[in-house]
């Protein structure tokens, strides 16, 4: 007798991809399990992936493209003729108005990347400059403070950590660390080790934590600064690390010097002793890790929370150690702007590095090149200018592979510098803030946003102020949804084109961040596309051929090369780069056309990741060596390549020492640069500066968005996979249910400046007065198996306005929205 169907995949609802096991029944996912071979997560994850059958299979499933007609109504078109009018209209667009009025937004969710890899190539030729995705929503404050402290991305060795200190962050719930709930568990449970909230709800992991510093909503920057005040005026700062490895401590250490702990902790909200304690604990342990998230980075200053919050763990020496955070490699730098020049225009030293070494790499490979019969290869002594100039464009192509993460953090770079055509919002990691792209459309400006091409996204839920946001895609000239779903975005689209599942193609996360050993997983097909479905590199390849980019024989020429081998591949490949740069930006598709067709046609959709992995090896030699990639040129990328092509359950791509870890600083010196003028200008201005943004009408804070046990991302639409709490109640602290005479299960009326709504009240213990939360995921529209439709809860971003957001990053307020509450019935206790 057979045994089950047993296939290896991963998770794709948060950022830690924990790998699963499916075991099928036809089509349907019957039973999913962690995997333990797995390299990061061990055969651990959480309730919410047992239930991904939701997402896969469904009524909410779309397989034909959608046209929307006059009326309104949508007709279903074949393939050829939903490509062939859009390669018409965007072709229209760019020659009358130019390509850089084509916005592209998206770019996958938590595990959906490779899709926004082949998208560079079609913005690439349409012109297309401007383009955001979530990123946008959350970190780029984050990422510009990274950019000027030390380049690079940081993350924590949580599980050997003395004190875990997690602001506006709430990992039993969003995890976001492998193996999150046993390592919150373990260190519970262990007299010696402590964990420090930071947040104004006494959420699941505030209820276990040492310290549950329970913040006013809106609070946190004063918060995070009376923390750094202590350290810094008692004393407790790591003088020896910072002499070894930091620059600019003077005037960081006199603009906190001047702060008055006892004013900053009324501000907050907090109780200075329990502040000064906390402070200690940090500065007393060992190794200490810190890592923030949307509570902070979705309210008032954030960007300046991000600067204060790092500032915790570089005073106190807590970098580059077990237990400590650290700076790692990426497989793929999540990178939104060219990468190959600093904002000033001027060479970036270390990829001039990598560009070195890719050349000589390269040139290993001159005598495979010769029998591709390249004329421009002809003569190797006119190899390596062409080599170097066709490294150079792979570079520049693929280092922004999945859009935003990295791009403005270089040193020197000009994050923030660049600003968006009509608003001037600040530009940071290339990604156009959020709460602007509406304002880029509604407008007579010349240079306004005519399409938008938006990729496995919903932004006509996700984004604040949804009714602006069908406004603006009302006043478009042209809009291109690729989605799985008929999604509330889409039913706005000109076009919808169906796209195949997460588990019906390669697929693959850019969210690589571990240490010392980073892995990467590419997510195999567990079943067929659902017929009538493509996948997006297939998808943007009949477009660009449509727009005939590269010339014919340029591709018969790489597509020989790439049956000869993998090394005549790669000289063949860089030297056509080499012989016309303009080529590189569109390196994604190059490599499915012809690199592709040698790839099993399951996997085909993946070959974007050989230049990847080339690159991932020319920037790590040593680490990805020391995974047991090995050999001269092009060897060690192409074992890697073909390393992830063949796992199932993922590859690890760089194997470090903690020794190591300085080498990810992204500086000439090795050292951080923390005196940050324009922060610490806020700083100094604090105690003065507004800390309430609530009014007489509007006087409760709302956190919309809240993560719990039965939300997720919104690729879940059936409301059936909540188990409990189905319609996502409102959660409202006891003392505001007296005041406002509701009760537990009674409706309520929310309003907020925006728009108002009807919600189930619970009252709960985890709320601070004043502070009232709705759940994340929901106001979802499904279609049910008679075809009628079904939704759940309120949809929030009904309720928020673009308006609310950080005055440096243009990141919304998505968890402080001033509202009221009004009373409507009485009701039952929720089940």
Same mark, same amino acid.
């Given at each position: 007798?057979?045994?089950?169907?047993?296939?290896?995949?991963?998770?794709?609802?948060?950022?830690?991809?924990?790998?699963?096991?499916?075991?099928?029944?036809?089509?349907?996912?019957?039973?999913?399990?962690?995997?333990?071979?797995?390299?990061?997560?061990?055969?651990?994850?959480?309730?919410?992936?047992?239930?991904?059958?939701?997402?896969?299979?469904?009524?909410?499933?779309?397989?034909?493209?959608?046209?929307?007609?006059?009326?309104?109504?949508?007709?279903?078109?074949?393939?050829?003729?939903?490509?062939?009018?859009?390669?018409?209209?965007?072709?229209?667009?760019?020659?009358?108005?130019?390509?850089?009025?084509?916005?592209?937004?998206?770019?996958?969710?938590?595990?959906?990347?490779?899709?926004?890899?082949?998208?560079?190539?079609?913005?690439?030729?349409? *012109?297309?400059?401007?383009?955001?995705?979530?990123?946008?929503?959350?970190?780029?404050?984050?990422?510009?403070?990274?950019?000027?402290?030390?380049?690079?991305?940081?993350?924590?060795?949580?599980?050997?950590?003395?004190?875990?200190?997690?602001?506006?962050?709430?990992?039993?719930?969003?995890?976001?660390?492998?193996?999150?709930?046993?390592?919150?568990?373990?260190?519970?449970?262990?007299?010696?080790?402590?964990?420090?909230?930071?947040?104004? +709800?006494?959420?699941?992991?505030?209820?276990?934590?040492?310290?549950?510093?329970?913040?006013?909503?809106?609070?946190?920057?004063?918060?995070?600064?009376?923390?750094?005040?202590?350290?810094?005026?008692?004393?407790?700062?790591?003088?020896?690390?910072?002499?070894?490895?930091?620059?600019?401590?003077?005037?960081?250490?006199?603009?906190?010097?001047?702060?008055?702990?006892?004013?900053?902790?009324?501000?907050?909200?907090?109780?200075?002793?329990?502040?000064?304690?906390?402070?200690?604990?940090?500065?007393?342990?060992?190794?200490?890790?810190?890592?923030?998230?949307?509570?902070?980075?979705?309210?008032?200053?954030?960007?300046?929370?991000?600067?204060?919050?790092?500032?915790?763990?570089?005073?106190?020496?807590?970098?580059?150690?077990?237990?400590?955070?650290?700076?790692?490699?990426?497989?793929?730098?999540?990178?939104?702007?060219?990468?190959?020049?600093?904002?000033?225009?001027?060479?970036?030293?270390?990829?001039?590095?990598?560009?070195?070494?890719?050349?000589?790499?390269?040139?290993?490979?001159?005598?495979?090149?010769?029998?591709?019969?390249?004329?421009?290869?002809?003569?190797?002594?006119?190899?390596?200018?062409?080599?170097?100039?066709?490294?150079?464009?792979?570079?520049?192509?693929?280092?922004?592979?999945?859009?935003?993460?990295?791009?403005?953090?270089?040193? *020197?770079?000009? *994050?923030?510098?660049?600003?968006?055509?009509?608003?001037?919002?600040?530009?940071?990691?290339?990604?156009?803030?959020?709460?602007?792209?509406?304002?880029?459309?509604?407008?007579?400006?010349?240079?306004?946003?005519?399409?938008?091409?938006?990729?496995?996204?919903?932004?006509?839920?996700?984004?604040?102020?949804?009714?602006?946001?069908?406004?603006?895609?009302?006043?478009?000239?042209?809009?291109?949804?690729?989605?799985?779903?008929?999604?509330?975005?889409?039913?706005?689209?000109?076009?919808?084109?169906?796209?195949?599942?997460?588990?019906?193609?390669?697929?693959?996360?850019?969210?690589?961040?571990?240490?010392?050993?980073?892995?990467?997983?590419?997510?195999?097909?567990?079943?067929?596309?659902?017929?009538?479905?493509?996948?997006?590199?297939?998808?943007?390849?009949?477009?660009?051929?449509?727009?005939?980019?590269?010339?014919?024989?340029?591709?018969?020429?790489?597509?020989?090369?790439?049956?000869?081998?993998?090394?005549?591949?790669?000289?063949?490949?860089?030297?056509?780069?080499?012989?016309?740069?303009?080529? *590189?930006?569109?390196?994604?598709?190059?490599?499915?056309?012809?690199?592709?067709?040698?790839?099993?046609?399951?996997?085909?959709?993946?070959?974007?990741?050989?230049?990847?992995?080339?690159?991932?090896?020319?920037?790590?030699?040593?680490?990805?060596?020391?995974?047991?990639?090995?050999?001269?040129?092009?060897?060690?990328?192409?074992?890697?390549?073909?390393?992830?092509?063949?796992?199932?359950?993922?590859?690890?791509?760089?194997?470090?020492?903690?020794?190591?870890?300085?080498?990810?600083?992204?500086?000439?010196?090795?050292?951080?640069?923390?005196?940050?003028?324009?922060?610490?200008?806020?700083?100094?201005?604090?105690?003065?500066?507004?800390?309430?943004?609530?009014?007489?009408?509007?006087?409760?804070?709302?956190?919309?968005?809240? +993560?719990?046990?039965?939300?997720?991302?919104?690729?879940?639409?059936?409301?059936?996979?909540?188990?409990?709490?189905?319609?996502?109640?409102?959660?409202?602290?006891?003392?505001?249910?007296?005041?406002?005479?509701?009760?537990?299960?009674?409706?309520?009326?929310?309003?907020?400046?925006?728009?108002?709504?009807?919600?189930?009240?619970?009252?709960?213990?985890?709320?601070?007065?004043?502070?009232?939360?709705?759940?994340?995921?929901?106001?979802?529209?499904?279609?049910?198996?008679?075809?009628?439709?079904?939704?759940?809860?309120?949809?929030?971003?009904?309720?928020?306005?673009?308006?609310?957001?950080?005055?440096?990053?243009?990141?919304?307020?998505?968890?402080?929205?001033?509202?009221?509450?009004?009373?409507?019935?009485?009701?039952?206790?929720?089940?």
């Amino acid at each position: 007798m057979a045994g089950p169907d047993l296939k290896s995949t991963s998770c794709v609802l948060c950022e830690c991809n924990c790998g699963i096991t499916v075991e099928l029944d036809g089509r349907r996912f019957a039973k999913i399990r962690g995997d333990k071979a797995h390299p990061a997560s061990q055969g651990y994850t959480c309730e919410k992936a047992m239930r991904l059958d939701l997402y896969q299979n469904g009524p909410h499933r779309i397989s034909t493209p959608l046209k929307r007609m006059a009326d309104g109504s949508y007709a279903e078109i074949d393939w050829d003729t939903a490509l062939d009018e859009i390669t018409a209209k965007l072709t229209a667009i760019k020659n009358r108005y130019g390509g850089d009025t084509i916005f592209f937004y998206g770019g996958g969710g938590q595990g959906n990347h490779l899709g926004s890899a082949n998208a560079l190539a079609l913005r690439a030729a349409l *012109g297309s400059t401007y383009h955001s995705n979530a990123l946008a929503q959350e970190k780029t404050g984050e990422m510009w403070v990274d950019g000027r402290l030390y380049g690079g991305h940081t993350k924590g060795d949580f599980e050997h950590a003395e004190v875990l200190v997690f602001v506006g962050k709430n990992p039993w719930q969003s995890h976001s660390f492998p193996r999150a709930r046993p390592v919150l568990k373990q260190v519970a449970a262990d007299p010696n080790r402590s964990i420090i909230v930071v947040d104004p +709800r006494r959420s699941e992991t505030a209820a276990i934590a040492d310290f549950h510093l329970q913040v006013a909503p809106g609070g946190d920057a004063w918060l995070m600064a009376a923390l750094v005040a202590v350290i810094v005026q008692e004393d407790l700062v790591d003088a020896d690390f910072v002499a070894a490895h930091v620059t600019g401590y003077q005037p960081v250490r006199a603009a906190f010097t001047a702060l008055d702990v006892a004013v900053l902790a009324d501000k907050a909200g907090v109780g200075e002793e329990q502040i000064r304690a906390a402070a200690r604990r940090i500065a007393s342990a060992s190794s200490v890790c810190v890592y923030e998230d949307l509570g902070i980075q979705q309210a008032p200053n954030s960007t300046l929370v991000s600067y204060l919050n790092k500032l915790v763990w570089i005073l106190t020496g807590n970098f580059g150690r077990p237990g400590t955070m650290f700076l790692h490699s990426s497989f793929a730098a999540l990178a939104g702007g060219p990468p190959s020049s600093t904002g000033q225009g001027k060479p970036s030293t270390r990829l001039d590095r990598i560009t070195k070494k890719a050349t000589a790499k390269a040139v290993s490979t001159a005598g495979a090149a010769l029998a591709t019969g390249l004329p421009a290869l002809a003569r190797v002594g006119r190899l390596r200018p062409l080599l170097e100039t066709g490294a150079g464009a792979l570079l520049d192509a693929m280092v922004p592979v999945a859009g935003g993460m990295l791009a403005a953090t270089a040193p *020197g770079s000009g *994050g923030g510098a660049r600003t968006s055509p009509v608003t001037g919002a600040k530009i940071i990691g290339g990604l156009i803030p959020c709460n602007s792209v509406a304002d880029e459309v509604l407008t007579d400006h010349p240079d306004r946003f005519r399409a938008m091409w938006i990729d496995s996204s919903n932004p006509a839920h996700s984004l604040a102020d949804s009714k602006r946001f069908r406004a603006a895609m009302a006043a478009l000239e042209l809009s291109v949804v690729i989605d799985v779903a008929f999604t509330e975005t889409a039913r706005l689209a000109d076009y919808v084109l169906p796209a195949s599942s997460q588990f019906e193609k390669p697929e693959a996360t850019f969210f690589n961040f571990e240490f010392p050993r980073n892995v990467f997983h590419l997510r195999k097909p567990v079943v067929d596309p659902l017929p009538g479905t493509l996948d997006e590199p297939q998808i943007y390849a009949r477009l660009l051929r449509r727009l005939h980019v590269v010339d014919d024989v340029v591709l018969d020429r790489l597509r020989r090369a790439a049956h000869a081998g993998r090394d005549t591949f790669g000289a063949a490949f860089f030297g056509a780069l080499a012989a016309k740069p303009r080529l *590189g930006k569109l390196a994604p598709y190059l490599l499915y056309e012809t690199l592709g067709e040698t790839l099993p046609p399951s996997v085909r959709g993946a070959a974007a990741l050989w230049g990847v992995s080339q690159l991932c090896a020319v920037s790590n030699p040593k680490a990805v060596a020391r995974a047991g990639f090995t050999g001269r040129g092009l060897a060690p990328g192409n074992k890697l390549f073909d390393a992830i092509i063949g796992s199932p359950s993922g590859v690890v791509f760089t194997d470090d020492a903690w020794d190591d870890v300085w080498h990810y600083v992204k500086r000439a010196d090795r050292r951080f640069t923390i005196a940050i003028d324009t922060l610490l200008d806020r700083v100094r201005e604090l105690e003065t500066a507004r800390s309430v943004w609530t009014t007489e009408e509007f006087p409760l804070v709302l956190a919309a968005g809240e +993560r719990r046990s039965f939300t997720a991302n919104t690729i879940f639409r059936n409301p059936d996979w909540r188990r409990r709490d189905r319609h996502g109640s409102l959660r409202v602290s006891a003392e505001d249910a007296e005041r406002l005479q509701l009760t537990d299960g009674g409706q309520a009326r929310l309003v907020t400046q925006n728009g108002s709504a009807t919600v189930t009240v619970e009252i709960s213990d985890m709320m601070r007065a004043g502070n009232i939360a709705l759940p994340n995921g929901l106001g979802l529209d499904c279609p049910t198996g008679d075809g009628s439709m079904t939704s759940a809860g309120v949809s929030p971003n009904e309720l928020t306005g673009v308006g609310l957001k950080d005055d440096f990053a243009g990141t919304p307020w998505h968890k402080h929205v001033p509202a009221r509450l009004e009373a409507l019935t009485a009701g039952n206790p929720p089940r």
